[in-house]
Nanobody, 123 residues
Framework: QVQLVESGGGLVQAGGSLRLSCAAS????????MGWFRQAPGKEREFVAA????????NYAESVKGRFTMFRNNAKNTVYLQKNSLKPEDPAVYYC????????????????WGQGTQVTVFS
């Protein structure tokens, strides 16, 4: 069983930066694939990024490549999403997800989810 708690959301100006964190509880965190998804009002939940359990493989959605960086610290049971050059289309609730298997870009591949953290971008 893994519990996930996101933090770091907030209000940021377009072009600015924000770092989201996801703290996980559970002894097997280091073996889990971790992902970030986001959901804007009235839209489907969409994939943002995912990282393998060792951190050697990271996959990004095309819309965030070059702007967002995902990394993990297994010693701290935490994954991060560094968001730079934020755009007006980036506001959403950002969710952290985890799965004990190799997971990809689909939300239904992930077993565990956090409650989400709101990111708002103003111009």
């Amino acid at each position: 069983q893994v519990q996930l708690v996101e933090s770091g959301g907030g209000l940021v100006q377009a072009g600015g930066s924000l770092r989201l964190s996801c703290a996980a509880s559970g002894r097997s965190f280091s073996s889990y694939t971790m992902g970030w998804f986001r959901q804007a009002p009235g839209k489907e939940r969409e994939f943002v990024a995912a990282i393998s359990w060792k951190g050697g493989s990271i996959n990004y959605a095309e819309s965030v490549k070059g702007r967002f960086t995902m990394f993990r610290n297994n010693a701290k049971n935490t994954v991060y999403l560094q968001k730079n050059s934020l755009k007006p289309e980036d506001p959403a609730v950002y969710y952290c997800a985890a799965d004990p298997r190799v997971a990809g870009t689909q939300a239904d591949e992930y077993e565990y989810w956090g409650q989400g953290t709101q990111v708002t971008v103003f111009s």
